[in-house]
């Protein structure tokens, strides 16, 4: 079984930083492309950044310049440094990951539970 694990959402103020990880775990060969996505009431589920096992990264519009997303291929783990938030960015974060988990086998996506990030203004 694979398991995504995120941790530090919370609550911060407009202008704030925060950093989210997760960790992808269980049995693993290979984590391929990985990314964050956010959702709001009402809304669908939204990228936010993603990054391939090369470090290749693409963002949505209104994070560019301000969210960072980086990996650490050895621990399996996804990161996103968000600066400068503001009270648009509040919302569920989602983690999602492509995992191979035998060599030659197919490559599953698999979601994390979630973790909150409210920004005050």
């Known amino acids: 079984q694979v398991q995504l694990v995120e941790s530090g959402g919370g609550l911060v103020q407009a202008g704030g930083s925060l950093r989210l990880s997760c960790a992808v775990s269980?049995?693993?060969?290979?984590?391929?492309?990985m990314g964050w996505y956010r959702q709001t009431p009402g809304n669908q589920r939204e990228l936010v950044a993603r990054?391939?096992?090369?470090?290749?990264?693409n963002y949505a519009d209104s994070v560019k310049g301000r969210f960072t997303i980086s990996r650490d291929n050895a621990k399996n783990t996804v990161y996103l440094q968000m600066n400068s938030l503001k009270s648009e960015d509040t919302g569920v974060y989602y983690c999602?990951?492509?995992?191979?988990?035998?060599?030659?086998?197919?490559?599953?996506?698999?979601w994390g539970q979630g973790t909150q990030v409210t920004v005050s203004s």
């Open positions: 990054i391939t096992i090369g470090g290749s990264t």
């Open positions: 999602n990951a492509d995992v191979q988990t035998v060599r030659y086998g197919p490559v599953d996506n698999y």
């Open positions: 269980g049995s693993i060969f290979r984590v391929n492309t």
